[in-house]
């Protein structure tokens, strides 16, 4: 049974069949789903913006790069930015 964060989210990597999150992705993912929920009126937009970072990052060759690029468009199209 996965207690913590990292053993979730590698638990959940290993049975989609996809790589784990590296430490550097992890803390992108949370930037960028922080940024979306504090740029935004609401902050249900947060998950739906990580989905689709996600569904860009997994066809990546650089995923977290790719976290890092849509972070920042987030930043630049909300009101917070």
């Known amino acids: ?10 638990a959940l990597a290993e049975h989609v069949g ?4 590296t430490p550097a ?4 993912c ?3 789903a922080g940024a979306a929920a ?3 009126a609401d902050r249900t937009a947060a998950p739906l913006a990580s989905f689709l970072a996600g569904i860009a990052a997994a066809g990546s060759a ?7 690029r849509i972070r920042s468009l987030i930043v630049e199209l909300t ?3």
């Open 38 to 40: 504090h740029g935004a």
């Open 30 to 32: 949370l930037e960028l």
């Open 62 to 68: 650089d995923r977290r790069e790719t976290l890092e």
């Open 1 to 10: 049974m996965a207690t913590t964060r990292d053993e979730l989210t590698a």
């Open 79 to 81: 009101p917070a930015g």
């Open 18 to 21: 996809v790589p784990a999150l």
């Open 25 to 28: 992705e992890i803390e992108s």
